[in-house]
Every structure is written in structure tokens, then in C-alpha cells.
Nanobody, 114 residues
Framework: VQLVESGGGLVQAGGSLRLSCAAS????????MGWYRQAPGKQREFVTS???????NYEDSVKGRFTTSRDNARNTLYLQMNSLKPEDTAVYYC?????????WGQGTQVTVSS
């Protein structure tokens, strides 16, 4: 099972980034997928999730700015991040869970400069 994030980088405040998470079929096909983030010196926190049927959930601070989606044919999860703020700076992790299993990617760094 493998989750591989990409798309992180350095962006100015107000800018946008799109993260991708490529998953092996076994990790993706029946799982709820989500994004978490961990800022320096802080606990890892929930950002968003999406079920296999497309139901989404967002952490309050990203509502209206971030959008998650999944391409079930390509086994890929996306996170479109708009109106980025310096406080969004963190390592972003992809997660797939369900049926007693729980998988994490290695993370991708997002840095938002003010």
C-alpha cells in the first residue's frame, strides 16, 4: 500500500496550490481519504476528508478556501488550496482509512510567505 503526495511548495499569501495524493488501488478503492497537516511545534490536525461516495468534511479554518476531490478512476486524491495564509504553512499528509486499516503518506511541505 502506498500513498504519495505531491504539489507542495512555496507560495505567497493569497496564492493557490494544488496537492495530489497518488494511491495504490487497494488503499484507495474502498477507503475514506483525507488530508491532515502538521505545523512546526504543533500536533497533526485534520484538514478535510472525502468518502468513497464523495461526501466531504472540512476543518473550520479552511472552509470556503480549500476543496478536496477524488478521481476514483485514477486512484488520486486532490486538495485545491486557495487564498492561502501564512498559518496554512505545514507539512500536509494524505491519509486513507477504513475497515480497520489506516495508511499515511510521507507528507509534502507547504510554505506560505506573508
Amino acid at each position: 500500500v502506498q500513498l504519495v503526495e505531491s504539489g507542495g511548495g512555496l507560495v505567497q499569501a493569497g496564492g493557490s496550490l494544488r496537492l495530489s495524493c497518488a494511491a495504490s488501488r487497494s488503499a484507495f478503492s474502498t477507503r475514506t481519504m483525507g488530508w491532515y497537516r502538521q505545523a512546526p511545534g504543533k500536533q497533526r490536525e485534520f484538514v478535510t476528508s472525502i468518502t468513497i461516495s464523495g461526501n466531504t468534511n472540512y476543518e473550520d479554518s479552511v472552509k470556503g478556501r480549500f476543496t478536496t476531490s477524488r478521481d476514483n478512476a485514477r486512484n488520486t486524491l486532490y486538495l485545491q488550496m486557495n487564498s492561502l495564509k501564512p498559518e496554512d504553512t505545514a507539512v500536509y499528509y494524505c491519509r486513507a482509512w477504513g475497515s480497520g486499516l489506516d495508511y499515511w503518506g510521507q507528507g509534502t511541505q507547504v510554505t506560505v510567505s506573508s
